[in-house]
Structures are given as C-alpha cells and as structure tokens.
C-alpha cells in the first residue's frame, strides 16, 4: 500500500495555513533561536490552554521564561506568533488522504481504512490545535480563505482517488467524484471534530470502522466491480 509522506504532500499543492510572509527573518545567534522557540512553543500551549481569544502576550512570554519586551524582539503581537506556530505545527498536521491505488496493492477498503486511521489519529494528537484555528477562522476572513483552500485540496486529492476507482469498475459510476469527496471527507472531519474536541466518548476503532464502513457503502466500493 503506497504511503505518503509531509513532502509527498507538499508536492501535491496542499496549502500551508501559515503565512510565513509576516515573519521575521530567523535569530542570528543561538541564543536568539532560542528564545524565539520558547515563545513558539509557549505560544502553542497558551492558545491550547486559554483559547486564542483570552490568550495574553504576558503569559505567552511567562510560559517562556522571559519579558514581555523580549516577546517584541521577536513578534509584533498575537497575530504574528499565531503563524509560527502554525508553520512549526505544518508537518504533524499533515495526514495522509487516499493514497493512489494500483491494481497489485492493497483492496480499495483497506486503503481507506488505513487513511481514515491515520486521519483520525493525527487529529486527536492536535485536536486542542484543531479547535483554536476554529476560533480563527470565525474572527480573521483571511485565514479562514487559507483554511478553505487548504480543505480543497485534501478533499479534491480524494476526488481524485474515487475517480480512479471508478475508472477501474470498483466505484459507483454515477457518482460526481467531487461531491462524493466533499460529502465523505466533511463526514470524517466532522467525527473527528465531536470525539477530539466536544469529547464525545468514541475510540479511534469504532471512529476508523464507522467511518469507512460508510465510505465503501456510500460509494459502492468494490459492489461496483460485482
């Protein structure tokens, strides 16, 4: 079964979220590197403990160790630490999709049982992440736009797959490949949401046999080729 990496990912035009544009250029020094990583990973923990609405540049910088003042040498407020968080979280909030199918791998169930797993797994290690780009997104209409094009991508990446499977007889033939796609990875993405963040009590198990239980139903994966 093929696997996809971060890069793998990268080179499929999947967007960042971050917008590395209003950052400033790296610390020269180590110690500056530093520092500048506290506060990045001090930020990451304030947001996920108080919300980014009730975060403060003050405890952000007392999470780091460090003054309110030496936070500025490095970021110009909350808005900016926000997107080197986001650029440093990119990798682990990748997840794999629906890789490419050949006829020698695995079944088209199994392929998407292992990419539900993994969709559900690298959500609930970032699920208090997950629920501040909720709140972002409800305030900033430009990160929301980022957020949207990067949902496309994933979900176009899957349209992709079903039109594959559809084209070797193993998925409904009527279906638009694109509607399918948005209606079962907002599915997915919507269970991960209740159980990772709402805490509605479900484990990954009974997420990941659900959840592909009716991805196969929904397409007639595998019913088409009978």
């Not at 910088?61 to 309110?68: G, I, L, Q, R, Y």
């Not at 279906?175 to 963040?197: E, I, K, N, T, W």
């Not at 592909?212 to 397409?219: D, K």
């Amino acid at each position: 079964m093929t696997r996809t990496t971060p890069d793998d990912v990268a080179t499929e035009g999947i967007p960042s979220l971050a917008d590395t544009s209003v950052l400033r250029d790296l610390p020269s020094t180590a110690r500056g590197a530093r520092t500048r990583a506290a506060l990045v990973a001090a930020a990451r923990t304030v947001f996920e403990r108080d919300g980014y609405l009730e975060a403060r540049l003050s405890d952000i910088a007392a999470e780091a160790k460090c003054s309110t003042g030496s936070f500025y040498t490095y970021f110009a407020g909350k808005e900016e630490i926000l997107q080197a968080v986001l650029d440093l979280a990119q990798d682990e909030m990748l997840h794999p999709g629906m890789p490419r199918l050949e006829p020698d791998e695995a079944s088209p169930a199994a392929v998407i049982e292992a990419s539900n797993r993994a969709y559900f797994e690298t959500y609930k290690r970032n699920a208090k992440l997950m629920a501040i780009l909720d709140q972002v997104a409800a305030i900033d209409p430009k990160f929301r736009a980022a957020r949207r094009r990067r949902s496309r991508a994933f979900w176009e990446r899957n349209a992709r797959s079903i039109a594959q499977l559809q084209e070797r007889g193993l998925a409904d033939p009527e279906l638009d490949p694109h509607q399918a796609a948005r209606a079962l990875s907002g599915m997915v993405g919507r269970m991960a949401y209740y159980a990772f963040v709402l805490g509605e009590e479900a484990s990954i198990d009974e997420l990941v046999s659900t959840a592909t239980r009716l991805w196969v139903n929904a397409a007639r994966i595998g019913a088409a080729a009978d």
